[in-house]
């Protein structure tokens, strides 16, 4: 089987929108590195069928192609290989999205304890499984322990030259813990440098860089510099419109900019915002 023509079609599935065709080819891939016996081959699409079926929601298939590749690779004698750890985050990141933290947990620690054995400290997978360790705890109310692992993970995103996007995401990741437990100076710190590296970018605004003026105006309200969040929200809303139009945070940030409004006593502009999160709704 020819895994880069593979790939290549997939990617072209996915560039073109075309996702009622990803299914059929995936399963079409795994047959034919079946018949043909290429276990490469059949892991490889077997991974990229974890994911899809994660990204669509439908984790009881995710969950079952899982549990045969993992069989395969411990036929393989795969299981204390960085391959075999890094199915075990594909797997346990499955868990995790289908609201089982119990079982990612457990998947999770299994990956970390072979990437130790198996790879530098400084390998950029492991900056991909603190991450996702991170987003977990965050979920399951461990917000203490979410920070460390994702400043774990920034301490090493931070050595790449070309993740200064991923860097400044994380960044404001890790700012939006720190407002969680009311650490706002930290998290205010942490977002302004966040902007700082998004607007580096010369093509253009990343599409995360409305969450990080989101969240620097929340730092603002909370300190009471109310026309500093005021001015913060107003730039996130024009970012979010630009990448994502008029949807859910859209709204939510029109009813900021008209909160603050009404605070600072303009109510003529706070009505106008509160009339464009109504058309946002429609």
Same mark, same amino acid.
């Given at each position: ?7 290549? /079609?997939?990617?072209?599935? %996915?560039? @073109?929108?075309?996702? *009622?065709? &990803? $299914?059929?080819?995936?399963? #079409?891939?795994? =047959? ?111 917000? /203490?322990?979410?920070?460390? %692992?994702? @400043?774990?993970?920034? *301490?090493? &995103? $931070?050595?790449?030259?070309? #993740?200064?996007? =991923? ?111 109504? /058309?946002?709704?429609?």
């Amino acid at each position: 089987m020819n895994v880069e023509a593979f790939y290549t /079609e997939l990617d072209k599935l %996915f560039a @073109e929108n075309r996702l *009622s065709e &990803v $299914e059929p080819f995936l399963q #079409a891939g795994l =047959e034919q590195a079946k018949e043909e016996k290429d276990y490469g081959a059949y892991l490889s699409v077997g991974n990229e069928m974890i994911g899809f079926y994660r990204s669509v929601s439908q984790y009881e298939k995710a969950f079952a192609i899982s549990e045969d590749v993992l069989l395969l690779m411990e036929e393989l004698q795969m299981e204390e290989t960085e391959h075999f750890a890094t199915t075990l985050l594909n797997v346990a990141t499955a868990y995790r999205a289908a609201g089982k933290p119990k079982e990612a947990l457990a998947d999770y620690a299994r990956a970390l304890k072979i990437y130790e054995a198996t790879i530098p400290a400084e390998d950029y997978r492991f900056a991909g499984l603190y991450n996702n360790v991170s987003i977990l705890l965050e979920q399951m109310g461990e917000n /203490e322990k979410a920070a460390a %692992f994702l @400043e774990r993970a920034i *301490s090493i &995103v $931070e050595r790449q030259p070309d #993740a200064r996007m =991923e860097l400044a995401t994380s960044k404001t990741n890790l700012a939006l813990i720190w407002f969680k437990l009311n650490e706002n100076e930290k998290a205010k710190a942490l977002l302004e440098e966040a902007i700082s590296i998004f607007e580096e970018n010369e093509e253009g605004t990343d599409a995360h860089y409305g969450a990080a003026l989101a969240g620097l105006g929340e730092a603002y309200f909370r300190m009471g510099r109310l026309e500093r969040a005021l001015d913060c929200y107003q730039k996130s809303l024009a970012e979010v419109e630009a990448h994502f139009g008029r949807n859910d945070s859209y709204r939510l940030l029109c009813g900021n900019c008209a909160a603050i409004l009404r605070r600072l006593g303009d109510t003529a502009e706070a009505e106008r915002y509160e009339q464009l999160g109504q /058309e946002g709704a429609e």
